[in-house]
């Protein structure tokens, strides 16, 4: 992630130069939020595929915290480029 062009591109989008380090922040925390987001999606397949390997029957213990984190911040992406599109 390149803050520079972040910047530049926050610049860009306001109309109101005091709206700038409010869309930079936003632009920043999408970035930040799909890092984490592909992370713990890639987790949820390797924990998924380990439990299938080795036949865990009682799997949701290691699967459903991971599978509502990844919900959780698919939602919160979602609601920041809602945030976003205001500006």
Known sequence: MNHHEILEI???QA???QDVPKI????????HMTVALK???TRLLRVTNKMN???VEDRDVFLVPLAECVAVLKSKIQDTE?????Y
Do not use: I, M
Request: charged share 30%; no cysteine.
């Open 15 to 17: 109309s109101n130069p």
């Open 39 to 41: 992370e713990v999606e």
């Open 10 to 12: 926050a610049k860009k």
């Open 53 to 55: 390997r080795l036949k």
């Open 82 to 86: 809602d945030t976003l599109s205001q």
């Open 24 to 31: 930079e922040t936003l632009h920043q925390n999408l970035a």
